[in-house]
């Protein structure tokens, strides 16, 4: 007795697993779900994906995702172009802004530096963003890298770099998340939350 | 401040909440992967669902999903044309094929009976199965619906429509599921499983 329906939904559903967190059982759900309910549904989604890999492109600034030459950050005069934040992905740009607190531009790395996976300086675009240290005038680099080894070892190599340009160098705070328990949250964290306290106002 | 990315960026994310399961948070995520991680991928999933779209259309007998005139159950002389199980949906076929514990053939309604959706006996292929139940051998109607208010109410008129052809109809077992602990099952189950208990073997 077969498991499987046809070839077209069976190569439908391998190819939903390559969506995050997407497992077979899911993807299953997905394909019968998209050709069950509104077909018309599923099409349009066949066609966002071609149109979104057409039209996105990066940013030739900051490396983000858009479909111009310069991304909507880039692009606004209102931002303040003295600060610069380094992410890692455009999920990243995407978390700070609805956060409401930036209005510096963004370099976006795409990544971070990974030996192990042969990702080195030049395929983040560590270059690019030298460069462009180099020639706007930013008087302070946030380094905004998850807290993870390879989005700490990223941060130390940017770190060094703008220190030789004389740029002041920050880093986001890390330590007890909002709502947190002190008795949940693991020792690396509470280290970092005790090392990075701060006068109490 | 936008908490957006690009038009073809959020119209993808808007399509890919069609999923089952996906809220905005994964569909973002789901958008921004297929972006930054292999695009040839990302086309893959485009040309699946299109090809699936095309590709993919109702066994003419049974209703199931398949690619050609017959799907690949009705199809097959090994199964046996006495027993016809009545399903909702190809999930369904594809949970009891797994079972490995039937080998009668099928009758996918392609959903259930709901007046207030506006969904008729006509809707789901009742008329198809009639003329099924006439024309072919079958001894055993198994009403295998989900146990969901419309789910019964499709039983109870499928059970009416073999009645009056002398079919004998069954109804797949309701009661605790394997590895369930009875302190933590609703008394729905419980009283099923109570009315359809059996004499110990």
């Known amino acids: ?3 499987s329906l046809t070839p077209a939904i069976d190569q439908l559903v391998r190819c939903l697993r390559y969506l995050p967190g997407v497992g077979a059982k899911t993807a299953t759900r997905m394909a019968l779900n998209l050709l069950e309910r509104d077909q018309g549904r599923a099409a349009d989604l066949a066609i966002a994906i071609s149109d979104a890999l057409t039209r996105v492109k990066r940013c030739s600034r900051c490396q983000n995702f858009c479909e111009a030459e310069l991304c909507s950050i880039c692009e606004s005069p209102k931002r303040d172009d ?22 510096g531009r963004y370099f976006v790395l795409m990544g971070h530096l990974s030996p ?32 993870t080894v390879e989005g700490e ?21 890390h330590g007890i998340p909002l709502g ?22």
Request: charged letters at 20%.
């Open 82 to 103: 003295r600060v610069l934040c380094v992410v890692e992905s455009p999920t990243d740009v995407l978390a700070i802004e609805q956060t409401s607190d930036y209005s």
């Open 180 to 201: 947190g328990e002190l008795g949940m949250i693991d020792s690396g964290t509470l280290s970092h939350a005790l090392q990075g306290r701060k006068p109490f106002a």
């Open 1 to 3: 007795m077969s498991s």
């Open 116 to 147: 192990i996976d042969g990702i080195g300086p030049e395929d983040i675009g560590v270059d690019k963003l030298k460069q462009l240290l180099q020639e706007s005038a930013v008087s302070e680099l946030i380094l905004a890298t998850n807290p």
């Open 153 to 173: 070892a990223t941060a130390h190599f940017i770190a060094h770099i703008a220190k030789d340009l004389n740029i002041p160098v920050s880093r986001i705070a």
